[in-house]
Every structure is written in C-alpha cells, then in structure tokens.
C-alpha cells in the first residue's frame, strides 16, 4: 500500500492585485487599458505602494453588482496578509544570518573592553564567574577575547539588570 504526501506551501499572495483583479471582474472593463483609463494608472501604482483605496473607486464599485464584496474581501485579505508578512519578517530577523541579527551584537573589536567592564563593575573574579553570568561555556570567554565569538546586547542587558550595574556604564554598547 503506498501513500501520495502532498507539500503544502504557504503561498503569500498580494491583495492589491487580487483586488484590481476583483475590480475589473465586477465592472466588466476585462481589458487592463480601458481599466487603467477608468481608474487612471497613477492611481493604480499609488495604491499598489500604500494600500488605500481612491473614494472614487469605492462609489465605482458600490455602483457595480458584487462591488461591495469585492472591498470587504480585499480588508480582510489584506489584515492577513499584513499578519503573515509580520510572521515572514519575524523568522528573517531571527535567523542567524540575519543582518538585522549582526546590530544586536557588540561589534568584534570592543568584546575585551565590555568583558573587563563587566568584570570590574560586577565584581566578577575569574572568567568561569563571567562564563555563568553570560550563561556561555568558559571557552566561549577566550574565544570572545580573540574576536571569534561576540557578546549579544541581550545578555549584556540581563547582566546589568542581574548586577545591578548603571546603564550608563555600558550605554555605548546598548
């Protein structure tokens, strides 16, 4: 007995284009230059960039038969499609190739002088004290010393909120 798997895929479509779309099923105006002509070209671009519908269309629409769900189709595809592309964004800002993800590190060059100013304020002794309020392993520590691994912002953040240090101390690296 076999079984066919199919993939599903997350397929983000464009509400601005599947409402055009909608739009000229419901007035008839099929050809896309009588459309651009009724509804006018720097309109059609000027909504595909920020979203919002011309009152001109809206009385246009109310006019055809099926207009009125036509627009509330397109609200609420484009909250979905809003909340998916939050979704996309989130995982492209947590992967760890991320250029977003490069500005939540201490830069490589500056690692030593955060290190001995948590030392010094934190009155951490030895770098197996370091290593535990870093939560990293000790090797990390030598490894952050010689620019090989980096110290995040949010563990800079927990030590100073654990130690109880002035922000001020560590503002340029926050």
Known sequence: MT?????????????MDQF??????????????????KF???KIAKFKRDGKIPEIWVSLLADCAGGSDVLKRFYTDLAQYQKDMKVVSLAVENSKGSKNNRTKRIPVDQVHIVLGAIK??????????IAGALEVEVADI??????KTRIEKAQLRAIIKAYRIQEK???KWL
């Open 142 to 147: 030598s490894y952050m010393r010689k620019g």
């Open 3 to 15: 079984k066919n798997i199919v993939s599903k895929k997350l397929v983000l479509t464009n509400p």
């Open 20 to 37: 055009l779309t909608g739009a000229q099923r419901v007035t008839g105006l099929r050809d896309g230059c009588i459309f651009n002509s």
């Open 169 to 171: 101390v560590f503002e």
């Open 120 to 129: 010094i304020h934190a009155g951490l002794r030895s770098d197996v004290e």
């Open 40 to 42: 006018g070209a720097d």
